[in-house]
DNA sequence: CTCATTTGTTAGATTAGCCTAACTTTTATA
DNA sequence: TATAAAAGTTAGGCTAATCTAACAAATGAG
């Protein structure tokens, strides 16, 4: 049985390992700024957690998670997501509260209550902020992901989610009348400051490039790749 | 804000000094034996809670809540069966499965949850083992608590609660057909021994004494005592 | 009232998780 | 390529929660 520190550790490893340009290994002293403790602090957990066949890690290396760890990690954020969603759907939390309380959840030790919320929700598969809850086997699709600050001008696109779960963030967001699967028109992009001119049900906005960055969306306009072809088995 | 094991400590505090005989206060080694802990632990903990102004307790001495601890252990218990309330009726757990996982959600920190939780709830007065749910202001009202041990030969009487919350006393009791709100009828006792002849639904059953004196009943047949006049303010 | 038993306390040790300060290795830049 | 900056490690210390072993006070049975 792993505390609920250790978990936090592993998430943190998974976060960091799979996020945007999916770079397979995190330094220490990245995960350390993460979880808002000490590089000396991390570094005593590292070794720990590699005892236990949970990370990949050596002396001044970077640390990635054994599969072991992996699966253990996959099932924090699957529980975190899950209480999240329960939140929002049953309890009437906004998106901006849910966060918080899902950090404490996610530690709890029981397979049946999670299994139980996800029934109780239809077993759903995004959460909240549009992020992908993983399966109960321990799948968790990487969505292909698209920011806003990436879009062209001219072109209308979607929000299906967001990158910074942080309250401030979620509530300027709900601020400018923006939510998730809403359509977004980008009507200018000052190439020399990142600051976008878009338009959100009608109403224009300036948004700066920390913003831009944090919206995840799919073009409207934008070619369709092709589905990738299904591989038949043998 | 206090931690987990401070919570517990004041919640065996309150249970141990409201338990049957209405005893106001715990020795060292009773609360020590009721968290399966040592004495010596336990002690440190009193101090603790003493400076913190939680509990009366001095060397030598037994132990008591203060009016803010008191507070606070209530807060504790509804919490407790606050959640073991939710994991029964909305997510279809047995009541020898509740105690467990709600050991642990009860220390989750958000007023809005749980705030939210009790209204999904409809505000419900009794858990399912028939413990009084303490309200959102903190009172608790101690119920009259007859148990099946001290019913008399020849009376019909009501399940409404029991005492032990173990999942092994609460299979026994559903291993007998017995649910709350069954009505029961003592066909004999046997003074020497204390083996109670019961019937619970067209059923007989032997029963002995700890698993007499842990089923609360209210008694069918026996006289009602007036409802106490009630004093006007003033 | 006495002394054996029960109850409670203290001292000293351990583990997990955190810190600071000093040190070492790696890396990037001049 | 030398060296300064960044990244990472180690040593030593702290607190909360636990333990064991030894000790002290209270109690109660004769
Ligand atoms: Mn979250
Ligand atoms: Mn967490
Ligand atoms: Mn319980
Ligand atoms: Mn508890």
């Known amino acids: 049985m792993l505390s609920t520190t250790e978990e936090n550790y592993l998430k943190a490893l998974l976060q960091l390992t ?9 330094g220490t002293n990245e995960l350390a700024t993460h979880l808002g403790v000490k590089p000396a602090t991390a570094n005593d957990m590292l070794k720990k957690l590699r ?30 997501r899950l209480w999240e969603t329960f939140l929002y759907e049953k309890l009437g939390f906004s998106w901006d509260e849910v966060h918080e309380v899902a950090e404490q959840l996610e530690h709890i ?38 920011t806003l600050l990436e879009e062209e001008v001219g072109h209308t696109c979607k929000m299906v989610g967001v990158k910074d779960n942080s309250a401030t963030f979620l509530r ?15 009507l200018a992009h000052q190439p020399y400051d990142n600051i976008l001119e878009i338009e959100v049900n009608g109403k224009k906005a300036s948004v700066g490039q920390r913003f831009a960055e944090n919206i995840i969306i799919v073009c409207d306009d934008c070619e369709r790749k092709p589905a990738p072809k299904k591989r038949r088995k043998n």
């Not at 990370?55 to 996959?74: D, P, V």
């Not at 086997?137 to 969505?143: A, D, I, L």
């Open 109 to 146: 030790q029981s397979q049946k209550l999670i299994d139980s919320i996800d029934r109780l929700l239809h077993y759903p598969t995004y959460d909240p902020h549009g992020d992908v809850i993983p399966t109960a086997s321990g799948e968790m699709k990487m969505p292909y992901r698209k």
């Open 18 to 26: 799979m996020e945007d340009g999916l770079k397979p290994e995190a």
């Open 172 to 186: 300027y967001v709900d601020q400018l009348g923006l939510s998730m699967h809403n359509h977004i028109r980008i």
């Open 51 to 80: 005892e236990k066949k949970l990370i990949h890690y050596e002396k001044y290396g970077k640390s990635s998670l054994t599969t072991q760890g992996r699966k253990l990690a996959i099932d924090v954020v699957r529980k975190h």
